[in-house]
């Protein structure tokens, strides 16, 4: 390969690729998706279904040279490598065992892909708990000396990863955001870090969509306008339970468990009643006025469900679809519970798309356009900072 295509490259390896949201919008980027990987077998089914390569398996036990020989390149020849290690170890819910939780080592193994590979760039997203999540203590014997020093011992996972990626001489930008602002009909936070190589000067991408704007194309888009025209066709979909629907028949759109006359809240609210919290997901009903809330993988459960707008029943498979971005012809394979996880675990396609435009614009160098006008540089600042309100961001 010359240098000159070399440059012009844009094949990516994908791991933990799960029902391929995060590929799905690289792909209507621009870029070239040429193998996925994958533990979860009906994922590694989806994938399959759908006509793409993966290897199926657990990255712990996956050469990188294997990856790289399946996908036909070479060290330092893919354009990108992209992943989200499984997110329950950090989730802001539940325990946060973090690092200890033997899941939360599967990071290390993106790290030592991304070191053997060496691409041009890479993302790493996950929930963004990650930001937050407590380093536990490592015994000597779990950790590699050249690594894990005792002074990031003291701080976070993402202390350590930041450190990894450091070590390995990429340059890093990360920070928290949210799919609605890049034209997702959801509410949807995530942990995003991008890495370059070669100290390209990489940035998180800019919002798209916001909550208030004088055009209406670039407002956030509803639930409406994502799953409406599905309403009367519900197909595949989960079923609350007779108790349940009679109770979510009194709650109207955007309302939950505090819609319920008074005298049956007690009941419907079990355990829960004398929790603190603002249990806003119990049994909540959706408005179609507003983007949805996150999608969770099964939409039946008790503290976060997620009662359609209209019908006195849960979203339906191909509505979780929709509101994720997939393709209607996308095919999900597995038993219902399998396909709603897939597609509850997915990067929304839009926001994978906007990840995989501003890489591009960086290679491309098409991300600015250079001026040598002064005047008027306050006022272009303030619009700047405030279209990167949708996300928190850091630049190693």
Same mark, same amino acid.
């Given at each position: 390969?010359?240098?000159?295509?070399?440059?012009?490259?844009?094949?990516?390896?994908?791991?933990?690729?799960?029902?391929?949201?995060?590929?799905?919008? *690289?792909?209507?980027?621009?870029?070239?998706?040429?193998?996925?990987?994958?533990?979860?077998?009906?994922?590694?089914?989806?994938?399959?279904?759908?006509?793409?390569?993966?290897?199926?398996?657990?990255?712990?036990?996956?050469?990188?040279?294997?990856?790289?020989?399946?996908?036909?390149?070479?060290?330092?020849?893919?354009?990108?490598?992209?992943?989200?290690?499984?997110?329950?170890?950090?989730? /802001?819910?539940?325990?946060?065992?973090?690092?200890?939780?033997?899941?939360?080592?599967?990071?290390?193994?993106?790290?030592?892909?991304?070191?053997?590979?060496?691409?041009?760039?890479?993302?790493?997203?996950?929930?963004?708990?990650?930001?937050?999540?407590?380093?536990?203590?490592?015994?000597?014997?779990?950790?590699?000396?050249?690594?894990?020093?005792?002074?990031?011992?003291?701080?976070?996972?993402?202390?350590?990863?930041?450190?990894?990626?450091?070590?390995?001489?990429?340059?890093?930008?990360?920070?928290?955001?949210?799919?609605?602002?890049?034209?997702?009909?959801?509410?949807?936070?995530?942990?995003?870090?991008?890495?370059?190589?070669?100290?390209?000067?990489?940035?998180?991408?800019?919002?798209?969509?916001?909550?208030?704007?004088?055009?209406?194309?670039?407002?956030?888009?509803? *639930?409406?306008?994502?799953?409406?025209?599905?309403?009367?066709?519900?197909?595949?979909?989960?079923?609350?339970?007779?108790?349940?629907?009679?109770?979510?028949?009194?709650?109207?759109?955007?309302?939950?468990?505090?819609?319920?006359?008074?005298?049956?809240?007690?009941?419907?609210?079990?355990?829960?009643?004398?929790?603190?919290?603002?249990?806003?997901?119990?049994?909540?009903?959706?408005?179609?006025?507003?983007?949805?809330?996150? *999608?969770?993988?099964?939409?039946?459960?008790?503290?976060?469900?997620?009662?359609?707008?209209?019908?006195?029943?849960?979203?339906?498979?191909?509505?979780?679809?929709?509101?994720?971005?997939?393709?209607?012809?996308?095919?999900?394979?597995?038993?219902?519970?399998?396909?709603?996880?897939?597609?509850?675990?997915?990067?929304?396609?839009?926001?994978?798309?906007?990840?995989?435009?501003?890489? *591009?614009?960086?290679?491309?160098?098409?991300?600015?356009?250079?001026?040598?006008?002064?005047?008027? /540089?306050?006022?272009?600042?303030?619009?700047?900072?405030?279209?990167?309100?949708?996300?928190?961001?850091?630049?190693?």
């Amino acid at each position: 390969m010359t240098y000159k295509q070399y440059y012009k490259n844009r094949d990516v390896i994908s791991f933990f690729s799960g029902a391929m949201g995060l590929d799905i919008g *690289l792909q209507n980027a621009g870029l070239n998706v040429k193998i996925g990987q994958d533990f979860d077998m009906a994922c590694l089914d989806t994938m399959q279904a759908n006509g793409h390569k993966v290897i199926g398996g657990d990255i712990r036990n996956i050469a990188p040279e294997d990856m790289l020989n399946a996908a036909g390149l070479s060290i330092g020849e893919p354009f990108l490598v992209c992943g989200g290690p499984p997110c329950q170890p950090f989730s /802001t819910a539940g325990k946060r065992l973090g690092i200890n939780d033997p899941r939360g080592s599967l990071f290390m193994d993106f790290i030592r892909m991304i070191d053997y590979i060496r691409p041009r760039f890479f993302i790493m997203e996950n929930v963004k708990g990650l930001m937050s999540a407590p380093l536990k203590h490592i015994p000597h014997a779990d950790r590699s000396n050249d690594k894990i020093t005792d002074e990031e011992r003291l701080g976070t996972v993402l202390d350590v990863v930041l450190g990894e990626f450091k070590r390995l001489g990429y340059k890093t930008v990360y920070g928290i955001l949210d799919a609605v602002n890049y034209g997702v009909p959801q509410f949807r936070e995530r942990f995003v870090l991008i890495g370059s190589r070669d100290s390209e000067e990489i940035f998180l991408p800019i919002p798209t969509h916001f909550q208030f704007h004088q055009d209406r194309q670039y407002q956030w888009i509803t *639930l409406k306008e994502a799953i409406g025209d599905l309403e009367n066709e519900t197909g595949e979909c989960a079923s609350f339970g007779a108790e349940r629907t009679r109770l979510l028949e009194l709650i109207p759109q955007g309302g939950n468990w505090r819609d319920l006359p008074l005298d049956l809240v007690e009941q419907a609210m079990g355990g829960a009643y004398q929790s603190g919290g603002g249990k806003v997901g119990f049994y909540r009903r959706l408005s179609y006025s507003q983007p949805a809330p996150t *999608l969770v993988t099964s939409p039946i459960q008790k503290a976060s469900m997620l009662c359609h707008p209209t019908q006195n029943r849960p979203l339906s498979v191909r509505e979780y679809a929709r509101i994720q971005q997939f393709p209607d012809n996308w095919r999900f394979t597995g038993t219902v519970a399998a396909k709603y996880r897939q597609i509850g675990n997915a990067v929304p396609v839009g926001l994978a798309k906007a990840l995989g435009q501003a890489i *591009l614009s960086v290679a491309d160098e098409t991300a600015e356009i250079k001026t040598k006008r002064v005047r008027g /540089t306050d006022v272009h600042n303030k619009i700047k900072q405030a279209m990167v309100l949708g996300g928190y961001a850091n630049a190693n």
